[in-house]
């Protein structure tokens, strides 16, 4: 698969003509290339979306959600195709991807299309009726949006909807680990409707085309979902500047398990916010906090369950967990399971690389399914972001710990809370420094609630109105009436 950049309705390869290698992780081996772009083709997208813009922000929103609507019913009509691109760019399993990720990619389209049309804007009277205030939100412009290689389509999707609803121009990139389905998509952006230079979609490394992008002076948004370390960088280059920012980024999330817990459903559910998409979720839970008096049995049920998980060729329609995303980040979770060894950790199932079955797979990049004991709650391996399958257990005596234990990493994106109890689920819940809190469930989402992260989890909100409001400027319009 040549993969190529989107630019003023446009395909082509990077100005400058360089390459990546695109690998397939099930199979560690190159399948494609993509262009390594530059700060040149940053420009050329640039002044493609600053042409678009005017006619753009002038369209009506009717006409601007028609595009999203048409966009979702070409990734509907070429589901087959995604749910392969995306299953072979990163490593999930297929089902997985036709289960979460490209149903997701069309609804985001979809919500959108319908949730700006829905918008209302604010309006008052001050003076004893003498004025009228309204706020007139104005799109912003060019906006730039970055996304992660864990959830690549659906991610991208869930920025680039609102922004081109409410009227900006989008330059693009995807993460270059999984660039295949967003350029899939942009085969289908002209079909849809869009003008040339609406939506650009711009492939390359972070550090180069991301970096010039962020940092490119006409850019007035970046709605970024990353690494901690990666936010944290392009916070400092756009500081001092006016451009607005959001920021997803990593989590290490409790999940606190009280004794009187629905036993079979909080293990049957853990087993899934822990080693979902082999355990790459920002979403997924990384620390087990168990009650002491149900602790050797939960964690002797969850170690018979995990210990008989299998990782598998991801195209396998059996494969439930696939390969993770690249050797280098293979070898990152290893190190975190060697660190765990070396600070006294007992791993009681997984801990080393695998290999399905598979010839195909020889090469590729499968970590076993792994739970870790006997760790400190303030070690590395306890605070650090494994972004793997590598769960670790610790056990508490009361509510009070529980929720100290919960709070006692930098970050702070979401926790699971499993209780039959009510007014303790509620109690722990409003304690717990987390964007979400889940009771007796794990992702669920409705689209139309904020989403985002507290401390080093992110800074600003996505999703409903939240996303609708971060891609506009509220201008407060006042009219003098009588
Ligand atoms: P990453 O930070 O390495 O890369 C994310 C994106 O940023 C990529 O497109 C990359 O090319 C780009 N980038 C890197 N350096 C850049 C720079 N200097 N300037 C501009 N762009 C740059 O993250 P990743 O490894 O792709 O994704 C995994 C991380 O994402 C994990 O920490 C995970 O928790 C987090 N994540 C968070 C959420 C959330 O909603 N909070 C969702 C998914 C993933």
């Known amino acids: 698969m040549e993969i190529l950049n989107f630019i003023d309705g446009r395909h082509e390869p990077a100005t400058q003509g360089a390459w990546l ?35 753009w922000a002038a369209t009506s929103v009717e006409e601007r959600t028609a595009c999203l609507s048409r966009l979702a019913d070409r990734i509907a009509a070429h589901f087959d195709e995604l749910v392969a691109a995306e299953s072979k760019d990163n490593g999930k399993p297929e089902r997985l991807a036709a289960a979460v990720d490209i149903p997701r990619a069309e609804k985001n389209l979809r919500f959108y299309a319908s949730a700006a049309q829905q918008y209302l804007t604010e309006a008052s009277m001050s003076g004893g009726a003498g004025q009228l205030h309204y706020v007139h939100r104005k799109p912003l412009g060019v906006v730039g949006v970055i996304s992660p290689w864990n959830l690549p389509l659906y991610l991208f ?9 409410m009227g900006n121009c989008v330059i693009g ?10 350029y899939l998509m942009s085969q289908w952006i002209t079909e849809a ?18 970096e010039a ?11 970024f979902t990353g690494g901690t370390a990666t936010g944290r960088h392009i916070a400092r280059a756009v500081a001092g500047t006016s451009k607005k920012t959001t920021f997803e980024l990593g989590g290490k999330n409790p999940a606190i398990i009280f004794d009187d817990c629905d036993f079979e459903l909080t293990l049957k559910t853990v087993v899934r916010s822990g080693f979902a998409n082999q355990g790459q979720i920002c979403l997924c839970s990384s620390r087990y906090l168990i009650h002491e008096s149900i602790y050797p049995a939960f964690r002797d049920a969850l170690v018979d369950i995990v210990s008989r998980m299998r990782v598998g060729d991801p195209q396998s329609p059996d494969t439930k967990m696939g390969a993770v995303v690249s050797a280098d980040h293979l070898e990152k979770i290893l190190s975190f399971v060697g660190k765990a060894k070396e600070l006294g950790g007992r791993v009681l199932c997984g801990g080393e690389a695998t290999r399905p079955e598979s010839e195909r797979c020889a090469s590729g990049y499968y970590m076993q399914p792994t739970i870790i004991e006997g760790l400190s709650p303030t070690c590395e391996v306890n605070q650090q972001e494994i972004f793997g399958p590598v769960v670790t257990l610790q056990s508490f005596a009361t509510e009070e710990e529980a929720i100290a234990l919960a709070n006692g990493t930098e970050y702070g994106l979401a926790c699971t809370i499993w ?40 800074a600003g909100r996505e999703g409903g109105t939240e996303s609708l409001r971060f891609f506009t400027e509220p201008q407060n319009v006042c009219v003098q009436i009588n």
């Open 21 to 55: 290698d695109n690998i397939e992780p099930a199979t560690g081996k190159p399948y494609g290339r993509l262009p390594r772009s530059s700060a040149e083709d940053v420009q050329r997208a640039m002044d493609a979306a600053q042409r678009a813009f005017p006619a």
């Open 419 to 458: 209780t039959e109890n009510l007014r303790r689920a509620h109690r722990v819940a409003a304690q717990v420094d987390s964007g979400i809190a889940w009771i007796n469930c794990w992702l669920e989402r409705d689209l139309r609630m904020p989403f985002g992260g507290v401390k080093s989890s992110g």
């Open 193 to 210: 409707g869009f003008p040339p230079g609406v939506f650009n979609i711009l492939h390359g490394l972070g550090a180069e085309v991301g």
């Open 213 to 223: 992008l962020v940092t490119h002076p006409q850019i007035k948004a970046i709605s």
């Open 173 to 182: 990139k995807p993460s270059e680990i999984t660039p295949a389905t967003a």
């Open 157 to 165: 999707t869930w920025k680039v909807a609102p922004a081109l609803a």
